[in-house]
């Protein structure tokens, strides 16, 4: 499932909308962040999605922007899509479970200050968040849109958790 599929539709409910809107859409609720959206892709996706039936080209070449508005089906697509992730639990996948699977093939010290450094990076970007909340709405972006921050925050929380707890079994040599 594409989370990105779900995010081009979902803007496009509020209307028709070239790329460059949904793009702009999607940056001022700051999808990039915690969607893993590829903003090139949006393009690629309106296309097929075009191709598809779910969107039409409502206006082609003005000013070398197509503008594509949802169709039934489209609005029919993101709304299964849409429930399918409510109902439905996905992994997440992180990187850094698959680093971490591997911490045996460092050496203390080198693993004690991997931990250090990436503790110190989860405290910046949780001080960074915390002071971000209700600054998307001076851009347009609805209320609820912090919702997928406070959440991101959250996980990033528990993994600043697990790394000091993950520290200290380190020192003391219970892992790895």
């Known amino acids: 499932m594409s989370t990105t599929r779900i995010l081009i539709l979902g803007t496009l409910l509020d209307g028709p909308r070239n790329g460059y809107q949904v793009r ?3 940056e001022t609720w700051g999808a990039d962040s915690w969607a893993s959206v590829k903003f090139g892709s949006i393009y690629h996706g309106l296309g097929k999605m075009a191709d598809e039936g779910l969107l039409e080209v409502v206006e082609s070449g003005k000013g070398g922007a197509t503008v594509y508005a949802m169709t039934d089906d489209g609005r029919f ?4 899509l849409l429930l399918t992730v409510w109902h439905e639990l996905m992994p997440i996948v992180d990187p850094f479970q698959v680093a971490l699977t591997f911490m045996n093939h460092l050496d203390k010290e080198t693993l004690m200050s991997a931990l250090r450094s990436r503790s110190e990076l989860l405290e910046l970007t949780i001080a960074g968040a915390d ?9 347009g972006a609805p209320r609820h849109i912090d919702e997928t921050l406070r959440l991101n925050t959250a996980m990033l929380r528990a993994q600043l958790d697990w790394c000091r707890q993950a520290l200290d079994k380190v020192e003391s040599d219970e892992l790895p």
């Open 24 to 26: 702009r859409h999607l």
């Open 77 to 80: 697509e993101f709304h299964r």
């Open 131 to 139: 002071r971000s909340y209700g600054t998307k709405q001076r851009f």
